[in-house]
DNA sequence: TATATGGTTTATAAAGTTACGAACCAAAAA
DNA sequence: TTTTTGGTTCGTAACTTTATAAACCATATA
């Protein structure tokens, strides 16, 4: 593969994560910024790069931006006696990626409890599934935990 | 409590888990009316008394209908003789929400190799964070296959 | 002090989504 | 055959989201 070639397929590469996050609740232009600061060569990019790479408007640029700063997906760098941010993918700890998925997992089971306190059959098919739910999410918590633990320490390997 | 008082509390319930599905990127009708399917006493509920209950028109029900059955959330049931559908919330197994998760799971790792392939340095920093991520979600990928092994194991007894 | 740089905020246009009523349709009942 | 039941589809209004241009602002530079 040329580099021409494997730079045409990092521009296509971006839409496509553009798209995959729009998929998961992002906006477009959201999901594009952050396709670009994952797939080109270059890994920092500031404001003005971004709005010419993507051909959006400052604007957009900006709202985008914040949105992903506050989300904790991006975050910017600077250089002394420069006014320029330079924005680049957040490096956060992969071990976050399961903390979310355990909060969310939480708030799913609290849920799934309640409802059935409300019950008044405790023993009525809803009843009976949702607590199979909560047997489940146990089961995958209790493992998620672990899977914290084991690549803690494959980290240190 | 009482009776009322217990009631109550379900229909305030239908509106949170409506707001819950809702900002999981469903449609406010259709994340209401897999409220109303979860909650309520009643389990079954007939087309009318679903538009009824949420004070909506027969073309919202249907259209949120049809979507909710797409995405595999509810079902129905049909009775010899009576051309109603009962509408209830699908039964499907536990564990088909971990292979659901374990999908989306190896989409995210495949389109992360894809990335580290199309870069000059694989070496650089999205480089080495996206090796990171990829190694996590092999750890949880691993603990996901226990988790199912053990849910389906647990349940025998 | 005036001007350029690096953005943010505001107002609005364009597009997309949601929900509705009304018209429609197929099957069953009268 | 006509009417009722149990929905679906269509056209549209209301609302929400997205993206823009233009105005604005703070800091740095001339």
Sequence with gaps: MTTEERIKKQRELI???GRYFDKEGMQPIAGRILGLLMVMDKELF???EITKELQISKSSASV???NLEIRGQIEYT?????RKRY???KNHEASSVIEDTVRKMNAAKNMFNYIIELKA???SKNSIFLKEMIRMFEVILF??????IDYEKSKKD
Excluded at 78 to 82: A, C, N, P, S
């Design 64 to 66: 985008a931006l914040k």
């Design 143 to 148: 493992n998620f935990n672990k899977s914290i």
């Design 121 to 123: 059959d405790k023993n």
């Design 87 to 89: 924005f680049h993918l």
């Design 78 to 82: 600077t250089l002394l006696g420069d």
């Design 46 to 48: 500031t404001f003005e």
């Design 15 to 17: 839409e496509e994560i």
